[in-house]
């Protein structure tokens, strides 16, 4: 069973930046490809989280959405069992809630909610004009 905990939310302003972490306990790190999701305010269900960022098991091959394509970046520490996630030029629609997730069988240029076997908590970025 794999822990995650999500951390580096808040609020910034539009062309701000904030950088999430997500550390890792209770498995091996190095067995999970990691996936940051985010879900829009009024989106309630986990299938409705949008797909961020995929970093691989080794942390050298890593997609983002188009939608934040030149702005985000995901990166990962093996050596710290932790994943990021750097926001630059952030956007108020890039407001929500964002999750890491961890998925043993599940890597590719999209991440799917349904693929994912552990979930954290989420944190709350809050973009504001």
Request: neutral net charge; hydrophobic residues 35%; aromatic residues 12%.
């Amino acid at each position: 069973q794999v822990q995650l905990e999500e951390s580096g939310g808040g609020s910034a302003q539009a062309g701000g930046s904030l950088r999430l972490s997500c550390a890792a306990s209770g498995g091996t790190f190095t067995f999970y490809a990691m996936g940051w999701f985010r879900q829009p305010p009024g989106k309630e269900r986990e299938n409705e989280r949008e797909f961020v960022a995929a970093i691989s098991w080794s942390g050298n091959s890593v997609y983002v959405a188009d939608s934040v394509q030149g702005r985000f970046t995901g990166s990962r520490d093996n050596t710290k069992n932790v994943v990021y996630l750097q926001m630059n030029n952030l956007k108020v629609n890039d407001t929500g809630v964002y999750y890491c997730a961890a998925a043993s069988h599940h890597f590719g240029p999209t991440m799917h909610p349904f693929g994912m076997d552990y979930w954290g908590k989420g944190t709350l970025v809050t973009v504001s004009s």
